[in-house]
């Protein structure tokens, strides 16, 4: 534990030089002045890091920061993000509390400026944690969101942007595991698009052009997922996985995730013998058949409930990243398939 103190310690120090030490022309915030040069974009997931591919294509120099495959809550930033983020005119993180503190606290000492970090979570409009008391999370006005022309629907999410909730909550009050609907990811490009125009106006059109178009491709998306799953009937729409990280395909897609065996995001991967028992009861009470254990983060729980109910254990749902040369809608789609074929076959 000490010496995981004084490598954290010793990677926001490193920073701190760094920024001190950076060379070339800058502004009065200390960040570099973009002249004639591709601008220097960051993104700390895989995820977020396709989205902003998506509409800067060749006009940013792109990092990602933590590897495909790796578990965004539990990664610990190395000694060269430090520089990387220094460098960065720009970077986008998922926010909502989804990256652990130290990277967090890497990003607000290492960046230039706070104005070039660009938290994408709380543009989207997000859920909350059925934990905090919304189960319904269907009601916020999806199908005016589809058009992008309901605004008293989107001022109902006002709250979000204020975060007044998210400070008191160990793991946030909002799941930011937007993603799951596409349309949210919708949101997701808008905000980036406008951020990179804001910080690169000469290439707008180009942003703005790469936006509709992904725009355009995510709506489809909708439909693919819509008609995957309405080939499950509709008493076997009923799951249980690792931790809380489908309410998103629940409130847009009618599935029924009712129980996880971690709360939110928790990654300790501890529970008590009580949460334990209730999850069980959970499975019992509701006839359900299948587990699906999540490929980022397997429970050690999951073969006493298996063992327990009898419940069919799926391995390899991807929930938080994309794997090598992996696009966001195969990650999706592949997601969805795997969910809804054992589903339909649940009986």
């Not at 009580?274 to 254990?293: M, P, Q, R, S, Y």
């Amino acid at each position: 534990m000490k010496n995981n103190k004084l490598f954290k310690f010793g990677v926001i120090a490193l920073s701190i030089v760094l920024v001190a030490c950076a060379s070339g022309s800058s502004d009065e915030a200390g960040c570099p002045v973009i002249e004639d040069r591709k601008i220097n974009v960051v993104a700390t997931t895989p995820m977020i890091g396709e989205f902003v591919s998506q509409v800067g294509g060749d006009n940013i120099n792109l990092t990602v920061i933590m590897p495909s495959e790796a578990d965004p809550h539990t990664y610990e930033p190395a000694p060269q993000d430090a520089g990387t983020i220094a460098d960065a005119d720009l970077v986008f993180f998922t926010g909502l509390k989804y990256e652990p503190a130290a990277v967090v606290k890497l990003l607000e000492s290492s960046a230039c400026s706070a104005n070039v970090l660009a938290e994408v979570g709380e543009n989207v409009y997000p859920i909350e944690f059925k934990e905090g008391g919304h189960d319904d999370h269907g009601d916020h006005g999806e199908e005016g969101h589809d058009d992008h022309d309901d605004e008293e629907g989107h001022d109902e999410e006002e709250g979000h942007d204020d975060h007044d909730g998210h400070e008191g909550h160990d793991h946030g009050a909002y799941d930011p595991h937007f993603w799951f609907d596409p349309n949210r990811v919708v949101y997701a490009t808008e905000y980036i698009e406008s951020k990179l125009v804001e910080f690169d106006p000469s290439n707008s059109a180009s942003y703005e052009s790469a936006g509709n178009a992904y725009t355009d491709e995510l709506k489809g998306l909708i439909g693919q997922v819509s008609d995957l799953i309405s080939t499950v009937p509709s008493q076997n729409r009923k799951l249980i996985t690792t931790h809380e990280s489908l309410g998103y395909l629940e409130a847009k897609f009618g599935l029924e995730v009712l129980s996880t065996i971690i709360p939110s995001l928790d990654s300790a991967n501890e529970i008590s013998p009580a949460e334990l028992v209730d999850v069980i009861d959970v499975i019992e009470d509701n006839n359900v058949k299948v587990i699906f254990i999540e490929a980022e983060a397997p429970s050690v729980y999951a073969e006493t409930i298996v063992a327990e109910t009898g419940i069919k254990a799926v391995d390899g749902l991807w929930v938080e990243t994309l794997k090598a040369g992996q696009s966001y809608p195969d990650f999706l789609i592949a997601a969805v398939e795997l969910i809804v074929d054992n589903l339909r076959n649940a009986d």
